[in-house]
């Protein structure tokens, strides 16, 4: 069994905004694999279905961002998934708009989701898909901005013509979240990074 979770906050607020990447395109693959966010559970909103003969849950961690790993780790252990078997997607501020990385393993580049889950497991082995959303830049164009203005950032929807960009992209990670359940991350790597 797989577990695919898309990182973002939980409530009409935050809907469209960038920090919300991982809900928005797993929204997107879990719709066009027929797969519904029926159930509640593990502080999360699951789904359960079959994608290329492979069972899989998507979930959508209902914590808000920083709490991630306490639904992630839940789920791992309720569906008794081996980490090779779970694939986060999330926002990532140090890819340009719209670039995806796909990789396994690594420290979480400082993104509080990502830290959180690898807490919680007590490990980092486990597969991402980093959507870029960009890093906010001063009035100069610097990109050294404080804490404070990147959180701003990240809690604020995408601009009209970012939106274009990340409208774009979002059936690519689509296809990438196929391609690793189907070839693996070796292929999906060489296909999409």
Known sequence: MKLIVGLGNPGRSYVHNRHNAGFICLN???????????????????????????????????????????????????????????????????????????RQGGGSGGHKGVNSIITELGSCDFLRIRVGIGRPTTSEGSTEVSEDDIIAYVLSDFTAEEKQTITKVIPGVSEAIYCLLTEGLTAAMNKYN
């Open 28 to 102: 997107y693959f879990a719709r066009m694999q027929g797969i519904r966010f029926d159930k509640k559970q593990s502080r999360a909103r699951t789904g359960l279905g079959e994608v290329a003969g492979n069972e899989v849950v998507v979930a959508k961690p209902q914590t808000y961002m920083n709490l991630s790993g306490q639904s992630v780790s839940r789920l791992v252990k309720k569906f008794d998934i081996n980490l090779d078997n779970l694939l986060v997607v999330h926002d990532d501020l140090d890819l340009p708009l719209g670039k995806i990385r796909i």
